[in-house]
């Protein structure tokens, strides 16, 4: 089964920056490893629904963002390290919240919560104004 790991939350201030990043090890039930399936960001507000943030296809050439997040959020992976990246700029108080990591077991990228299979334990990011 795979198992996601995300690190890199914290405190920081509006227009600030934080690196997310979310470390993957085993294989989906289909037997892919990290470099063959799909991955996204997702992220949760106190008493808000879980929210799509990015989301990136088995290879990183194929990447979707949120519109809140378009154009200050980049996702990315690193197929060698097993690792997955979200790169956060322009930091806003509307961007607190929990943030979590999730796999699919298929190659192309899905803004749906309801198409992911795994899940990370998520990691908190509060940004003051």
């Known amino acids: 089964q795979v198992q996601l790991v995300e690190s890199g939350g914290g405190l920081a201030q509006a227009g600030g920056s934080l690196r997310l990043s979310c470390a993957a090890s085993g294989r989906t039930s289909s037997g892919r490893t990290f470099s063959e399936y799909a991955m996204g960001w997702f992220r949760q507000a106190p008493g808000k629904e879980r929210e799509f943030v990015a989301a990136m296809n088995w290879s990183g050439g194929n990447t979707d963002y949120a519109d809140s997040v378009k154009g200050r959020f980049t996702i990315s992976r690193d197929n060698a390290k097993n690792t997955m990246y979200l790169q956060m700029n322009s930091l806003k108080p509307e961007d607190t919240a929990v943030y979590y990591c999730?796999?699919?077991?298929?190659?192309?990228?899905?803004?749906?919560?309801?198409?992911?299979?795994?899940w990370g334990q998520g990691t908190q990011v509060t940004v003051s104004s």
């Open positions: 999730a796999a699919r077991d298929g190659l192309g990228l899905r803004g749906s919560y309801s198409a992911y299979d795994y």
